[in-house]
């Protein structure tokens, strides 16, 4: 058996047997909730901080359901948009919080590595798990991801996914083509204006394909990221209108997916920039599965790091 998880600040290099016992436990977390169960006394007297130094509105809140449907106390630090540099700041911050005796922190920050920077410097006996980081990872993302598709698709060797958008800064893609190359998904292809793709050597096991009516065609799943401007350069971004022609989802580009395609997009949703609200509020949506996955895969993480 893979060994128990300390922290969880990436899902790259872990391996497939660790990822499907998150989603597993996300499951089971599920079927006991399903029925009636909203308190597991799983993690009673453990003390959980959600650290978010970027705004945040369905991962926080999900983190902290979690904690709470498993018995854990959640203290919320909110610090917005600070710009503060980190360094010092954020150390500081660190020590002064982990002097409340605190079991796990949960951490989103713009700067890409910083939930690996506080595994460093965390006391021992303190969990990080990443929210969030940069561009870099978003690895309870990837897994609600997963588990999504999984739900309607276990078959994941012969699956086509295409993930379209903004790839270049998304911390979503790059924990969702972890999650989903780990789980045996050989065809996945990423989509986007030439200006926001990654470097190919980063996603040797993707297929870029720039139009996207062709990069569509026949995908058993199609996961939407949005434009996130605030990781772009002012000569990065697109005009919102062009945009939506070429790189937005609606009825007709769906259409040429395989029938019953999953539609998915992590949130927040942009309507008519990359998606129309005829898809997004479609019968093929997941979208909202995908939020109440995110509460099951955080009780399975928090369980995984944190159960005596
Ligand atoms: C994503 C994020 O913050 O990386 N949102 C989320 O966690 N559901 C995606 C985004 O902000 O576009």
């Given at each position: 058996?893979?060994?128990?998880?300390?922290?969880?600040?990436?899902?790259?290099?872990?391996?497939?047997?660790?990822?499907?016992?998150?989603?597993?436990?996300?499951?089971?977390?599920r079927?006991?909730?399903?029925?009636?169960?909203?308190?597991?006394?799983?993690?009673?007297?453990?003390?959980?901080?959600?650290?978010?130094?970027?705004?945040?509105?369905?991962?926080?809140?999900?983190?902290?359901?979690?904690?709470?449907?498993?018995?854990?106390?959640?203290v919320?630090?909110?610090?917005?948009?600070?710009?503060a540099?980190?360094?010092?700041?954020?150390?500081?911050?660190?020590?002064?919080?982990?002097?409340?005796?605190?079991?796990?922190?949960?951490?989103?920050?713009?700067?890409?590595?910083?939930?690996?920077?506080?595994v460093?410097?965390?006391?021992?006996g303190?969990?990080?798990?990443?929210?969030?980081?940069?561009?870099?990872a978003?690895?309870?993302?990837?897994?609600?991801?997963?588990?999504?598709?999984r739900?309607?698709?276990?078959d994941?060797?012969?699956l086509?996914?295409?993930?379209?958008?903004?790839?270049?800064?998304?911390?979503?893609?790059r924990?969702?083509?972890?999650a989903?190359?780990?789980?045996?998904?050989?065809?996945?292809?990423?989509?986007?204006?030439?200006s926001?793709?990654?470097?190919?050597?980063?996603?040797?096991?993707?297929?870029?394909?720039?139009?996207?009516?062709?990069?569509?065609?026949?995908?058993?799943?199609v996961?939407?990221l949005?434009?996130?401007?605030?990781r772009?350069?002012?000569?990065?971004?697109p005009?919102?209108?062009?945009?939506?022609?070429q790189?937005?989802?609606?009825?007709?580009?769906?259409?040429?997916?395989?029938?019953?395609?999953?539609?998915?997009?992590?949130?927040?949703?942009?309507r008519?920039?990359?998606?129309?609200?005829?898809?997004?509020?479609?019968?093929?949506?997941?979208?909202?599965?995908q939020?109440?996955?995110g509460?099951?895969?955080?009780?399975a993480?928090?369980?995984?790091?944190?159960?005596?």
């Amino acid at each position: 058996m893979s060994p128990r998880l300390r922290h969880l600040t990436t899902l790259e290099h872990l391996p497939r047997e660790t990822i499907e016992r998150l989603l597993d436990r996300a499951m089971a977390m599920r079927d006991a909730c399903a029925h009636g169960t909203r308190k597991i006394d799983l993690l009673t007297g453990r003390t959980v901080l959600n650290l978010f130094f970027e705004p945040s509105t369905r991962t926080r809140t999900s983190f902290e359901l979690a904690a709470r449907r498993l018995g854990a106390d959640v203290v919320n630090f909110d610090i917005g948009f600070s710009s503060a540099n980190k360094g010092e700041e954020l150390y500081d911050t660190l020590h002064t919080l982990e002097a409340m005796h605190l079991d796990a922190i949960i951490v989103r920050h713009k700067a890409s590595g910083t939930p690996d920077e506080l595994v460093r410097h965390a006391m021992s006996g303190v969990s990080v798990i990443n929210a969030g980081d940069g561009n870099r990872a978003h690895p309870t993302q990837g897994l609600l991801d997963a588990l999504t598709i999984r739900q309607h698709r276990p078959d994941f060797e012969n699956l086509a996914v295409t993930i379209c958008g903004d790839v270049k800064h998304s911390r979503v893609a790059r924990s969702d083509v972890h999650a989903l190359s780990a789980l045996g998904v050989r065809d996945i292809r990423l989509c986007g204006p030439a200006s926001l793709m990654p470097d190919a050597g980063e996603f040797a096991q993707c297929r870029f394909v720039e139009d996207f009516s062709q990069a569509i065609e026949g995908a058993d799943a199609v996961i939407m990221l949005r434009l996130q401007k605030e990781r772009m350069a002012q000569t990065e971004l697109p005009d919102e209108a062009a945009y939506f022609r070429q790189y937005g989802l609606d009825s007709a580009r769906l259409a040429r997916a395989r029938k019953g395609c999953l539609v998915m997009h992590p949130g927040p949703i942009n309507r008519g920039i990359e998606i129309a609200s005829e898809v997004a509020d479609g019968a093929q949506s997941r979208i909202l599965e995908q939020v109440g996955n995110g509460v099951f895969v955080r009780m399975a993480v928090l369980g995984e790091l944190l159960a005596r």
